[in-house]
């Protein structure tokens, strides 16, 4: 499901799936307990050791941070490249991540929220944010760092799946996982 709160994220996903532009990409970054990540259009048919993550469109889309879309398992979200070269923090034109992350504590998360209000004033889980990390988990440390476009609502044991795979050096799937989209109008 995609968000109409971040209206420039959701509309180059959808014009970049109904391009085919993905079909066939591979997932080519997984960090079990952490995310998968895909969409660099070099992974397409890519030599087992291509070093991966630096293609893309080439152009990059402003980021549309809501407080209201966090990195909860299964977030759809924006990679970018960092700070240090990347101040406005503007999202990969293509790059996306699936969160899978892990389950937080009241304690953790109290730590993350005044990190982030240092930052964003005004900063605070609401009750529903904390009890889906403290549930099926996340990754609270990238909220309002990255752009949170979208979610999977179906097939969270999927990412689970694909996290899990044995990874080599850049940690990237030994074996490779190719991704295909399909974009389905809600009724």
Do not use: W
């Not at 709160?5 to 990409?25: I, M, Q, S, V, W």
């Not at 895909?38 to 893309?56: I, K």
């Amino acid at each position: 499901m995609l968000y109409n709160e971040t209206p420039r994220h959701r509309d180059n996903f959808l014009k970049l799936a109904g391009e085919k532009f993905y079909d066939n990409l591979l997932f080519h970054r997984c960090i079990n307990t952490f995310m998968i990540q895909g969409g660099d259009p070099q992974s397409r048919g890519a030599a087992p050791n291509a070093n991966l993550g630096g293609g893309g469109p080439g152009y990059t889309i402003p980021a549309e941070f809501t407080s209201a879309f966090l990195h909860k398992k299964g977030a759809l979200c924006a990679a970018r490249q960092g700070d240090q070269i990347n101040p406005r923090k503007e999202s990969s034109g293509s790059q996306f991540y699936i969160v899978q992350g892990r389950v937080f504590t009241d304690m953790e998360l109290n730590q993350m929220e005044t990190n982030i209000a240092k930052k964003n004033p005004g900063f605070k889980y609401t009750e529903e944010q904390r009890n889906a990390y403290k549930t099926i988990g996340g990754t609270p440390m990238l909220d309002m760092e990255y752009t949170v476009f979208g979610e999977v609502i179906d097939g969270l044991p999927v990412i689970d799946k694909i996290a899990s795979q044995k990874t080599k050096p850049g940690d990237r799937p030994e074996t490779d996982i190719t991704m295909k989209m399909e974009i389905i109008k809600a009724k």
